[in-house]
């Protein structure tokens, strides 16, 4: 393979980095993936680890290239792509973190959200940022962290608390992308993307925001330099001293639902994607427009390549989908994964069973911190076989709620929809979705988008692609699911959800949750 050259992706999500390779036509070549610990301190709260999650991204990136033959000077440049809102505070001088990363999961900061509810400023928040005032977003995170997390666990021979080290333009705070281009180059640099999602960032002036920066107490020395997805000067190279022994040009960062509306090549106003991983993430590319909802989705910036106008997209954000399979292998309801698809095609119905996986709240277009997960309609008969089909009915049925209130805001009908993440790859799911919706659902070939989607930003950027339509040319059409089954019945089914949905609201209660 020597003198052939290639893409290299890191893809940081919520439960593990993988690190593929990409060739000129959008394919595969390397691929190779790590688990890291979840860790829950308490009821609500998730973290990440963020040295485990340094330290596996250097082992996908060297288990990759070893497996595939590839030497590290054959990547002519690498992109970012990453789990969103995750937050974390570091120490340059050490590079290490002073806290472990605050997930996008992560509760703790619900009360503070309400308190801005009661203050009457969630409106004030949307029209600068887009997003909904919530829990989920790294603003509430960053404030939590630099007034609780641990000096102790600080270099002794620097003392000082957290605040008075950041005060002091000592400590840099970022999403999982700027934490690992600052392992990579060294520099301190996020995209348009991460920095949309931190709700400390106005997405209409595209610069950090003075009065969120001063209402949430972070001090604007902290925050990175905001730089476009896919950028022609580079976020900087890796250190040829380094791991990977050569100097790689790192010239993408998206997250990593951005990431997978550009990997699905939905560079035109009105193309839409939907990304099922552990939750699921519907966008749709609203052009250079930042349409404002009055549906309950997010208005966010899509991408933007260097020297062009930004692209604004449209959000429907639902915490749990692929998660709550995993919770059906918690609880020992089934073996693996893909036992889901038998077990729900082996009964004709849920008989009457919702499962609404509201384990960590409700996101578009409820938003409801306080939701849990909940199942309704159970009977003596019900068997483990209704709860799976429920459970992924409940996916279908919560990016059905995201579409129609996408189509509400947009004015837009869609007549397909794109789908990738691992969840796709389960044809009973993709054939309930396409009749949940009532609209075709198309799976691409290669369907880890969202590392494709980086590689794309990072290949432009270096000229290793000239322009999108070769990435147009590039993607191509696995399986198409149209919709089947009694119309009627499926909507009577979607309203008795609406119902499951209205009981699971608002449950989780100081002291009790």
């Excluded at 277009?365 to 209704?386: L, S």
């Excluded at 947009?410 to 929809?417: E, Y």
């Amino acid at each position: 393979m020597a003198g052939t050259t290639y893409v290299g992706a890191i893809d940081q999500g919520t439960t593990g980095t993988r690190f593929m390779v990409f060739d000129h036509g959008g394919q595969v070549v390397a691929n190779a993936y790590e688990k890291h610990e979840q860790i829950y301190p308490e009821p609500g709260w998730v973290e990440h680890d963020p040295m485990e999650i340094w330290e596996n991204t250097k082992s996908v990136v060297q288990t990759a290239l070893g497996e595939a033959d590839l030497d590290p000077s054959q990547l002519e440049a690498m992109g970012i792509t990453n789990q969103r809102e995750t937050t974390l505070i570091w120490d340059p001088e050490t590079g290490k973190p002073v806290h472990n990363a605050l997930v996008w999961q992560d509760r703790r900061t619900t009360d503070r959200v309400e308190e801005l509810e009661a203050e009457d400023k969630v409106e004030w928040i949307r029209e600068k940022t887009g997003l909904e005032a919530d829990a989920y977003f790294s603003a509430t995170k960053a404030e939590w962290l630099l007034e609780n997390a641990d000096p102790i666990k600080m270099e002794r021979a620097r003392p000082q608390d957290v605040r008075d080290r950041a005060e002091a333009g000592e400590l840099r705070m970022g999403t999982i992308d700027s934490w690992l281009i600052y392992k990579l180059t060294g520099n301190h640099i996020t995209d348009v993307t991460n920095a949309s999602r931190t709700m400390l960032y106005n997405i209409r002036d595209m610069d950090w925001d003075d009065e969120l920066l001063d209402e949430f107490d972070v001090p604007e020395s902290l925050l990175p330099e905001v730089r476009p997805s896919s950028d022609d000067e580079t976020y900087g190279t890796t250190d040829p001293e380094g791991f990977l022994g050569a100097e790689v040009p790192v010239a993408g960062a998206l997250g990593d639902q951005q990431a997978a509306l550009f990997g699905q090549t939905c560079f035109d106003e009105g193309d839409a994607k939907n990304t099922y991983g552990t939750g699921s993430f519907f966008l749709m590319n609203t052009g250079e427009e930042a349409v404002a909802s009055d549906h309950g989705l997010l208005t966010t910036i899509g991408f933007q390549r260097s020297g062009e106008p930004v692209q604004y997209a449209l959000e429907g954000a639902i915490f749990i989908t692929g998660a709550a399979i995993e919770w059906l292998e918690d609880v020992e309801l089934i073996k693996d994964p893909a036992e889901t698809a038998e077990l729900a095609r082996s009964v004709d119905s849920t008989d009457g069973v919702y499962v609404v996986p509201a384990f960590t709240g409700l996101g578009a277009p409820h938003w409801d911190g306080r939701a849990r997960g909940t199942i309704v309609g159970m009977t003596r008969g019900t068997r483990r076989e209704h709860l799976v089909r429920a459970t992924l009915e409940s996916i279908a049925y919560q990016t059905r709620d995201v579409a129609e209130a996408m189509e509400a805001d947009s004015g837009i009908d869609m007549g397909r929809l794109r789908v990738d993440g691992g969840a796709v790859k389960n044809n009973f799911l993709c054939q309930l979705q396409s009749d949940i919706l009532g609209t075709d659902i198309v799976r691409p070939e290669v369907d880890e988008t969202t590392a494709l989607g980086s590689a794309y930003a990072a290949g432009l950027a270096v000229g290793y692609w000239e322009t999108v339509d070769e990435l147009r040319k590039n993607w191509q059409v696995d399986r198409e699911f149209e919709p089947e089954g009694d119309r009627e019945q499926i909507e009577a089914n979607y309203a008795r959800w609406d119902d499951a949905v209205e009981r699971s609201l608002n449950w989780a209660q100081e002291g009790g949750d």
